[in-house]
């Protein structure tokens, strides 16, 4: 039944959490069994991986692993045999989860971790009566489990120091951001600040202050985006002004004795509270089923810390490192054989790539191929440092054909063939690939410039030679399809071209003179214009 070489997790009790850990763990590669009494497990599962494909492989810019085998076991011995990691998702009940460690641990191995999704109870609750206390932990998630890298970690006094790091790489290899608590308290640590927040939300409506969705409002519209990026602590030092969090304790301390909270008090959830509570929801989001908001969710969530992750901050700092540690350091020139196109990026489409018409829109092919281009250009030896010591090259000119449509969640890989490298030009070819159907390509022209002057120069003799290299073993590869003419085809439209046109284009707006990007090294001294604007184009890099 196992795939060779994949790990194995088994999921006790599949719902909304347990669908969500199959998920993150089958598509990190794991092999997944799964246990769950509900005869509709299986297709309430397949949901939930259905969307989190769409929605989790998009938030690493690296290829993740090919996806493990999900399989469903009604023996729950046979479940946890021989796998790795067994997370307990069963109902929130001391009683129940009892009788299914009992039955865990007669069936798993010693070595194997039992995590609980358990969002109140402590370890030493858990393991009361078990054959193994220290084999129990508290492993609590959010939902959704595939997106969101959180997970508490709450561990007792028999957890041990290498069961501890074996917790710790496990959830960092399948993506997760294992916080572990100091000691154990009821709630852990996140829930212990929802609760709170949660009891005030009841009240305001209790006390007919604020309706369900005034009360969102004021989240999703103010201090729910600061919490997003920066939490509670860093986002008040801010707000202390320039003297910080010392200041805000001073401004805003009086205000914590005053009656702002009801801190422990609880509505009593009575009949008619809960009528008003659900009625209101349902005019809040009565128009969205709850599959239409989960899809909604993760669309919003793939956003943020996308954005995040643009900006290496928080969460998106967290998904910067996995993808280092997912993509491991990229192969150089040497390593790679050159009889073909250069394997120049391998990742999935992100939920957020796609448009009106469900499938990946236009700027991000240009997205993706321009990261192809990068790839190729650090292959060559123009990376970070390069640039930096002040030569790059610039995008002169691009065309994209789009031959078939690709979804959210689909793994595309691109390569690279060098169809020319002459003087200060680069041209380049890219095939974007779904599995093995090609679905677009794009060939870019290339200048090598200085950055100082912002004009077109010859590039280096090491960056030459490399591309010597490559454009040597590129050039017994066949012209691909849809590639423009040869450069010898090229160069007599071009200078067809040149002589009608050359004064109507040079100085249109936006497009790099081509007489600039035509040039040489072979075009000699007497070609060069003192007014020679600059190329105009994006940089490549
Ligand atoms: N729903 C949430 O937002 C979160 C819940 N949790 C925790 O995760 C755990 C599970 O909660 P949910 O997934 O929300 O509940 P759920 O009700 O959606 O799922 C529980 C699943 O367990 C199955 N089940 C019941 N008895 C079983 C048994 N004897 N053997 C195998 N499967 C059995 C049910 O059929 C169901 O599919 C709880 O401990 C909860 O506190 C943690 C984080 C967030
Ligand atoms: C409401 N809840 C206590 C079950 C919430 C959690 O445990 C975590 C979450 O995902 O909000």
């Known amino acids: 039944m196992a795939v060779t070489g994949a790990r194995t997790a088994a999921i006790i009790g599949g719902g909304v959490i347990g669908g969500g850990w199959a998920a993150r763990f089958a598509l990190m590669g794991w092999n997944v069994r799964i246990h769950d009494t509900d005869p509709d497990a299986a297709r309430k599962i397949g949901a939930v991986i259905k969307r989190a494909r769409a929605a989790m492989p998009g938030l690493w810019d690296v290829a993740l692993p090919d996806e493990g ?87 007792g006094p028999g957890t041990g120091d290498a069961r501890i790091e074996r917790i710790r790489t496990t959830l960092r290899d399948i993506g997760s951001h294992p916080l572990f608590l100091r000691r154990e308290i009821d709630a852990h640590i996140a829930d212990r600040l929802l609760e709170a927040v949660w009891r005030e939300a009841l009240w305001l409506v209790s006390d007919g202050v604020a309706d369900t969705a005034e009360i969102d409002d004021a989240i999703r519209y103010g201090f729910g985006l600061r919490w997003a990026q920066m939490g509670l602590f860093e986002t008040y030092r801010i707000a202390g002004g320039e003297a910080g969090m ?116 236009e700027h991000r092919y240009l997205q993706a191929f321009g990261d192809a281009t990068d790839r190729f250009l650090a292959l060559i030896g123009c990376d970070a440092d390069y640039i930096a010591r002040g030569q790059s090259f610039f995008t002169a000119e691009t065309h994209i054909r789009h031959l078939s449509e690709v979804r959210a969640g689909a793994r595309i890989t691109l390569d690279t063939q060098l169809l020319l490298a002459e003087g200060r030009r680069v041209r380049i070819f890219h095939r974007m690939w779904a599995d093995s159907r090609l679905v677009a390509t794009a060939e870019h022209m290339l200048v090598h410039v200085d950055l100082e002057s912002r004009r077109a120069a010859a590039p280096p003799p090491d960056l030459r030679d490399r591309l010597a290299r490559i ?53 000699g001294p007497g070609r060069d214009r003192p007014d020679a604007p600059a190329p105009r184009a994006a940089p490549a890099a």
């Open 471 to 523: 454009a040597k073993a590129h050039a017994h590869l066949p012209q691909p399809e849809g590639a423009g003419p040869r450069s010898d085809d090229r160069s007599r439209a071009k200078a067809r071209r040149r002589r009608t046109s050359r004064s109507r284009a040079i100085f249109r707006a936006g497009c790099p003179p081509p007489w600039c990007l035509e040039r040489t090294a072979s075009d």
């Open 246 to 361: 010392r200041q805000f304790l001073t401004q805003f301390g009086p205000a914590l004795k005053w009656p702002w909270s009801k801190l422990t008090d609880v509505p009593d959830l009575t009949d008619e509270l809960v009528e008003t509570i659900a009625s209101q929801s349902e005019a809040q989001s009565g128009a969205y089923s709850i599959a239409d908001l989960e899809r909604i969710r993760d669309a919003n969530l793939v956003s943020i810390l996308r954005g995040l992750k643009a900006r290496d901050w928080g969460a998106g700092r967290l998904l910067n490192a996995a993808d280092r540690r997912v993509g491991g350091a990229p192969k150089g020139l040497d390593a790679m054989s050159l009889t073909g196109p250069l394997p120049t990026g391998a990742r999935a489409v992100p939920l957020d790539w796609s448009d009106h018409n469900g499938h990946m829109t």
């Open 69 to 155: 085998k999900v399989s469903f076991h009604d023996d729950l011995a046979e479940t946890v045999s021989g796998a790795e990691w067994i997370q307990e998702s069963v109902p929130e009940r001391l009683d129940l989860k009892h009788e299914i460690y009992a039955a865990i641990q007669a069936a798993c191995t010693e070595t194997a971790i039992i995590g609980s999704s358990t969002s109140g109870f402590r370890p030493s609750e858990l393991s009361e009566g078990a054959a193994r206390p220290g084999q129990i932990i508290v492993a609590h998630p959010f939902n959704p489990v595939y997106l969101l890298p959180l997970v508490e970690i709450v561990t």
